[in-house]
């Protein structure tokens, strides 16, 4: 079972970069696939972007492909998501998941949550 904490949100402008990180407990994070996915004011929560065991695999959703990168060290039991060139429809409480098999873009498919961490960006 998973524990996943959520850090690095904040307020930024228009433009500006934040990095966000998710640190898993347990000895077995580098058999789980890993998934960003947020969540704005009155919206359904929304993919973000996915990465897969060995981090070979990565997957974007189209509004931040270019600006955004996911990574991981297993070595850490940590997954990030570099935010570049934010946008204030980026706005949204951004949560990590984890699921025990390939990557996936339905967040029925992610066993393992965080409680999610606040990124706002003003215009």
């Known amino acids: 079972q998973a524990q996943l904490v959520e850090s690095g949100g904040g307020l930024v402008q228009a433009g500006g970069s934040l990095r966000l990180s998710c640190a898993a407990s347990?000895?077995?994070?580098?058999?789980?696939?890993m998934g960003w996915f947020r969540q704005a004011p009155g919206k359904e929560r929304e993919f973000v972007a996915t990465?897969?065991?060995?981090?070979?695999?990565?997957r974007y959703t189209d509004s931040v492909k270019g600006r955004f990168t996911i990574s991981r060290d297993n070595a850490k039991n940590t997954v990030y998501l570099q935010m570049n060139s934010l946008k204030p429809e980026d706005t949204a409480v951004y949560y990590c998941?984890?699921?025990?098999?390939?990557?996936?873009?339905?967040?029925?498919?992610?066993?393992?949550w965080g409680q999610g961490t606040q990124v706002t960006v003003s215009s």
């Open positions: 990465i897969s065991t060995s981090g070979g695999i990565t």
């Open positions: 347990g000895r077995t994070f580098s058999s789980y696939a």
């Open positions: 998941a984890a699921r025990s098999f390939g990557t996936a873009y339905r967040s029925d498919d992610y066993n393992y």
